[in-house]
C-alpha cells in the first residue's frame, strides 16, 4: 500500500495550493480519505475527510470554508483545494485512507508534503 502526496511548496498569503494523494495497493473506493496536518511544535491535526459515498467532513474551525476536498475514485486520488491561504496553514500535511471492511480496520499514511505560506 502507497499513498503519494504532492503539490506542496512555498506560498504566500492570500494565495492557493492544490495538495493530491495518489493511492495504490488498495480498493480506493471503499475507504474514507482525508487529510491531515502538523504544524511545528504541534499535534496533528484533522483537517477534512470524504467518505466513499462522497459525503465530506470538514474541521471547519481550521479551515472556515477555505479548503475543499474532493476525490476521483477512477484516478484513486484525493485532493485538498487551499485557497486563501494563511501563514498558520503552514505544516506537513499528511493524506490518509481508512476503512472498516468486514471484521478489520485498515489505517493507511503518506509520507506528508510540506506547504509554507509566509505573510
Known amino acids: 500500500v502507497q499513498l503519494q502526496a504532492y503539490g506542496g511548496g512555498l506560498a504566500q498569503a492570500g494565495d492557493s495550493l492544490r495538495l493530491s494523494c495518489a493511492a495504490s495497493g488498495i480498493s480506493f473506493s471503499r475507504y474514507t480519505a482525508g487529510w491531515f496536518r502538523q504544524a511545528p511544535g504541534k499535534e496533528r491535526e484533522f483537517v477534512a475527510a470524504?467518505?466513499?459515498?462522497?459525503?465530506?467532513?470538514t474541521n471547519t474551525d481550521a479551515v472556515k470554508g477555505r479548503f475543499t476536498i474532493s476525490r476521483d475514485n477512477a484516478e484513486n486520488t484525493v485532493s485538498l483545494q487551499m485557497n486563501s491561504l494563511k501563514p498558520e496553514d503552514t505544516a506537513v500535511y499528511y493524506c490518509n485512507c481508512n476503512a472498516h471492511l468486514g471484521f478489520r480496520t485498515y489505517d493507511y499514511w503518506g509520507q506528508g508534503t510540506q506547504v509554507t505560506v509566509s505573510s
Open positions: 470524504i467518505r466513499y459515498s462522497g459525503n465530506v467532513i
